[in-house]
C-alpha cells in the first residue's frame, strides 16, 4: 500500500493544539504559560506590565487557575 502524505494545510490534517495554564506563582503574580502546568513546578509565566508591555517571570506554581 502506497504511503499518502497530508499537507498541514489540508482540511483533513490533525490540528496541534496549544494547551497553555494560567496560574497563580507564590510571589502572587498571574500568568499564562505555554505548556500545561502542576502545582509546585517551576515554571516561566507571560504577562503584562502597567503599560501593557509583554514581560515574563519564573517562580513556582502556587495554583492552577485554568
Do not use: F
Not at 8 to 13: D, F, L, N, Q, R
Not at 23 to 48: D, H, K, M, R, W
Request: without cysteine; proline residues 6%; charged residues 15%.
Amino acid at each position: 500500500m502506497p504511503i499518502q502524505y497530508i499537507h498541514a494545510s489540508h482540511p483533513g490534517a490533525a490540528k496541534k493544539e496549544t494547551t497553555m495554564s494560567t496560574v497563580l506563582l507564590t510571589s502572587g503574580t498571574v500568568g499564562t504559560t505555554t505548556t500545561p502546568a502542576e502545582v509546585g513546578e517551576i515554571v516561566t509565566v507571560t504577562l503584562q506590565d502597567e503599560n501593557g508591555m509583554p514581560i515574563t517571570e519564573t517562580g513556582v506554581v502556587e495554583e492552577v487557575l485554568e
